[in-house]
Structures are given as structure tokens and as C-alpha cells.
């Protein structure tokens, strides 16, 4: 498990350092965008943990870890949309600022959620009823996307983002609940 603690531990810095500088600057758009990320690293992070180390009910192989590394491009390429200049590898990236976007940031994120539905699967922890919320986050995540791909006016924008942090989180809360048979 020490490949994904590494690679989980750069995220949730990462995570967690966009979530501070957004709750500093109080800007509502900023804290939606880096609350949404903190909120997928930090679950993550403390599910797989459990699955894999406590539970020990999923089989860590290659394949596993094959999804989990292109999950950390994926987020660390979202990380750095946030603030291509100012980003957690203390790299300037002036070309790639004139690419990535706010559009970029949800349209990863809604790869890397496709991406752990994939991994979720494999490891035999999704199916059933839970498939289907879990399919309308990335649907959010790259409906926020197309949404501001196609020019979304703020107000548009500010509500994609608020829904999408909010439905992600009320996902969380609702996904760990068993149907009552």
C-alpha cells in the first residue's frame, strides 16, 4: 500500500493547501472549486485506506494500482488548473495557463470519478443501487465542464459549482447507507 500512500499524501497536501488559500481569499467560486477537490481526495484517500488496509476486503493488484496512478494525473493535473502559476509543484507554467481552464478542472475531475467507478468495480465495492449516484457525479463534474466549455454566465457557473460540491457531498453521506430490504 506504500504506492498509494505516497501518492494520496501529495494529494491531500495538495488538496488541503487549495482549500486554506480558498477559504483565505473568500471567494464562494474558489471555495466550491477546492472544497469539491478536497472533498474527492480527502474520501479517497480515507476509503481506500479503509478498503485495502483495515477491512482488507479488496486485493491491491497492478490493475488497482494502474487506476490509482492515472487518478493521481488526473487530480494533480486539477490541482494545478486551480492556479497554473501558484501550484503545489512550485513549478510556473505559463503555456499550459493559457490551457487549462475551469473547464479543465471539472472535465479531469469528471475523468478521474468515470475512472474510480472503473476501480470500484473491479475491486467488487460498487454495483447495484450505489452505480447509479455514483454516475451522476461525473455526470455534474463534466456537466459543469460542457456548461462553461459552452460560456456560462457566472450566475450559471456559480450554481454548477455549488451543485456539484453539494450533490458530492450529500453522495458521500447517502452512498453509506444500506437499502432497507
Request: aromatic share 14%.
Amino acid at each position: 500500500m506504500t504506492f498509494y500512500n505516497v501518492i494520496s499524501a501529495i494529494l491531500f497536501l495538495g488538496a488541503f493547501r487549495e482549500l486554506l488559500r480558498a477559504i483565505d481569499a473568500f471567494q464562494w467560486s474558489r471555495l466550491c472549486i477546492a472544497g469539491t477537490l478536497a472533498a474527492v481526495v480527502f474520501n479517497d484517500m480515507l476509503s481506500t485506506s479503509h478498503l485495502v488496509e483495515h477491512e482488507k476486503s479488496v486485493a491491491y493488484d497492478w490493475k488497482l494500482m494502474l487506476i490509482d496512478l492515472a487518478n493521481f494525473a488526473l487530480l494533480a493535473t486539477a490541482l494545478v488548473a486551480i492556479d497554473p502559476n501558484d501550484n503545489l509543484f512550485n513549478v510556473k507554467l505559463p503555456h499550459l495557463a493559457t490551457t487549462l481552464s475551469e473547464t479543465w478542472f471539472w472535465a479531469l475531475l469528471g475523468g478521474y470519478w468515470l475512472l474510480l467507478i472503473v476501480w470500484s468495480v473491479r475491486a467488487a465495492t460498487l454495483g447495484g443501487w450505489r452505480l447509479l449516484p455514483s454516475l451522476v457525479v461525473a455526470l455534474f463534474f463534466i456537466g459543469e465542464a460542457v456548461a462553461l466549455g459552452f460560456g456560462a454566465s457566472d450566475p450559471v457557473a456559480s450554481w454548477g459549482r455549488f451543485l456539484a460540491f453539494a450533490y458530492l457531498l450529500v453522495y458521500f453521506l447517502v452512498r453509506r447507507v444500506e437499502p432497507t430490504k
